[in-house]
């Protein structure tokens, strides 16, 4: 087999084309959820602290251009991004599960099945035989 048929094979695969979509929604979804604690979460926050824009929080570690800045704002800003996102994801796998266990439910057993008419009959003449 050819490498270029092999390749083929294995990008061809259900599994690798599906992780390939969920990559690209995946993007699209962290871009939705960034812009809803850039633009609507962050505001309210900085609102409760005083107008305080998180994304400037810095601290300066010595002097001149060899200074190091600790950007903690940005930190703070990507960690409440994160949590709101795994939140979303755990929200959807859980809808996700519960749907599947709905699927996956076993139906009732059904009742076992008494004898037929046929074999009632059957069992009444031999003991009527037998007195």
């Keep these: ?33 960034s812009s809803l604690v850039d633009d609507v979460l962050m505001p309210l926050v900085g609102m409760i602290t005083g107008n305080i824009d998180f994304t400037t929080l ?7 251009e060899e200074a190091a800045v600790l ?8 960690t409440v991004d994160f949590i709101i996102v795994a939140f979303c994801i755990f929200l959807m796998l859980k809808a996700i599960n519960k749907m599947n ?4 439910e076993p139906e009732a057993p059904a009742a076992p099945a008494g004898p037929t008419q046929e074999e009632l009959l059957a069992e009444i003449r031999d003991l009527l035989k037998n007195k």
């Design 101 to 104: 266990r709905k699927k996956q």
């Design 58 to 64: 810095a601290f300066k570690i010595g002097e001149g």
């Design 1 to 33: 087999m050819g490498f270029i048929s092999e390749f083929k094979e294995f990008a061809m695969k259900g599994n690798v084309m599906d992780m390939a979509v969920g990559v690209i929604i995946g993007g699209a979804f962290g871009k939705i959820v």
């Design 71 to 78: 950007k903690y704002g940005n930190f703070i800003q990507n």
